[in-house]
């Protein structure tokens, strides 16, 4: 069930323009608005889920399919033997901001090794 009030349901609705990468029907990739990095994703499952907290043991699937999608997607824009990050900031000390569960894809450049 899609939320209304949520960005990202709506930028898999289709009614928020994106810079979309990537699309199944479990699973959409598109490019941040603020990108931090040259290869900057957010990969997200289509189901409204807040945050990983949200996630029950029969949707861990979902997840599992959205991490071979960040694998192949890393690959095609050939980060994968450069190098990647992929973080998930979940609830306030996590620095969530958006509170649809979504995976930030980072590559491109030498990131910053500071992860705390
Ligand atoms: P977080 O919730 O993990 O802190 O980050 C949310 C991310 O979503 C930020 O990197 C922000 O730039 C991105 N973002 C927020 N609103 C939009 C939007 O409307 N479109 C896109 N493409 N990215 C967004
Ligand atoms: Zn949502």
Redesign the pocket.
Known sequence: MPMSDC?FCQ?AQGK?P??MVYEDDQVIA?????P?APVHL?VIPKLHLRSLNDVTPEQEPLIAHLFGVIRRLASELNVADSGYRV???TGADG????GHL?F?LLGGKALNAEIG
Do not use: M, P
């Open positions: 960005i930028i928020i994106s810079e598109f490019k941040d608005i603020h931090l957010l973080v998930t900031n620095g969530q901001v958006v979504h930030h």
